[in-house]
């Protein structure tokens, strides 16, 4: 009378925003979905386990979880260099007014 197992639609969706996150993440944009993919494993993973065996897509829970961070790595790698190249912009430019020569 054991029911039989069945695939979780999450585990496909934390894989999709995952992928989405992942895809988008050098574009700083992949930070929304990577973080909901997230917080959908988590919620996914609990259920499955919760129903001891008989909710499978345990691999595409973790696939999802690494693309997602990996997103969220291209994302903060994406402002840092941002950030430096900003800097960097700043520093080349004269601070001051240019005054012509002979100027007291």
């Not at 999802?64 to 190249?85: K, N, Q």
């Amino acid at each position: 009378m054991d029911p039989d197992p069945e695939p979780s639609s999450k585990a496909r969706a934390v894989f999709a925003l995952g992928l989405v996150g992942f895809l988008t993440g050098a574009f700083v944009g992949g930070v929304i979905p990577a973080t909901i993919a997230l917080l959908l494993a988590g919620q996914t993973a609990r259920q499955a386990y919760e129903a001891k065996g008989y909710l499978t897509g345990s691999a595409w829970i973790r696939r999802g979880r690494r693309l997602a961070w990996a997103g969220i790595v291209l994302a903060l790698t994406t402002l840092v260099i941002a950030s430096i190249a900003g800097l960097l912009h700043l520093a080349g430019s004269p601070g001051g007014p240019d005054f012509s020569p002979g100027t007291d």
